[in-house]
């Protein structure tokens, strides 16, 4: 079994084991989250070479899901770190975009760094990250629209506001849903910006190739001798 196989196997194991967690701890709207991460798991391993993934990217896109996923021990309330879990996870999960996106279109970059096609592909890189972050954005909307205040991917819940009358009140007295909004974008575009800047990093300082140098003419190689 490759490598790449047994990585999303064993990230399905996990999420696996993220269900009967999230049934005894009674946060039953991150199930159908967990099953999405289990399907993009796949996705990303039936795409990886079109995407021209690495092992590294298809980690971090791993890792950003997970980061999600473990609000079924309630950190979106009370968060285990000094920043809210909200802010870590639109970070963790935006990071990985910004690696897959640089990487799919790195193959159409030009050779030197600072050029108009690159500036115009790192513009389109942001956008497309951002993208998949409005994505998730829209699906809380909706959610919340259908199912009204929760927890998970399709709810508005702990980390994004207040439950309630009271809640409501104090969330449209500092600016209702966009300072949720707001916050999860910043952190959304300091993951890319973050991811960004690593790839540009790594191309600048990766080893160019050489052309070989022959102390003899090749084609003195390819005669016939008689």
């Known amino acids: 079994m490759d490598q790449l196989k047994l990585l999303a196997?064993?990230?399905t194991l996990i999420f696996l084991v993220m269900i009967p967690i999230a049934i005894i701890n009674g946060v039953y709207a991150f199930i159908p989250d967990i099953?999405?991460?289990?399907?993009?798991?796949?996705?990303?391993?039936?795409?990886?070479?079109?995407?021209?993934?690495?092992?590294?990217?298809?980690?971090?896109?791993?890792?950003?899901?997970?980061?999600h996923a473990v609000g079924i021990f309630g950190w979106?309330?009370?968060?285990?770190?000094?920043?809210?879990?909200d802010h870590v996870t639109h970070f963790f999960g935006a990071f990985p975009f910004?690696?897959?996106?640089?990487?799919?279109?790195e193959q159409w970059m030009d050779a030197q760094i600072i050029t108009k096609k690159n500036i115009m592909f790192l513009i389109t890189i942001f956008l497309a990250a951002s993208g998949v972050g409005a994505m998730v954005e829209l699906s809380e909307f909706l959610g919340y629209l259908?199912?009204?205040?929760?927890?998970?991917?399709?709810?508005f819940g702990p980390g994004d506001g207040l439950e309630g009358k009271v809640g409501s009140?104090?969330?449209?007295?500092?600016?209702?849903?966009?300072i949720n909004e707001g916050w999860d974008f910043v952190f959304n575009s300091i993951g890319i910006f973050f991811g960004m800047a690593l790839m540009l990093f790594i191309r600048a300082t990766r080893k160019k190739e050489r052309k070989a140098y022959y102390f003899e003419p090749i084609e003195k190689y390819s005669k016939l001798t008689r």
């Open 169 to 178: 009140d104090l969330i449209d007295a500092v600016g209702g849903g966009w």
């Open 9 to 11: 196997i064993i990230s």
């Open 146 to 155: 259908k199912f009204g205040f929760g927890e998970g991917l399709f709810r």
């Open 35 to 67: 099953f999405i991460f289990i399907a993009l798991t796949w996705f990303y391993y039936w795409t990886y070479n079109a995407f021209r993934m690495n092992m590294p990217i298809f980690t971090m896109l791993i890792i950003g899901h997970i980061s």
């Open 98 to 105: 910004a690696l897959l996106f640089f990487r799919w279109m």
């Open 76 to 85: 979106y309330h009370i968060s285990p770190i000094p920043i809210q879990w």
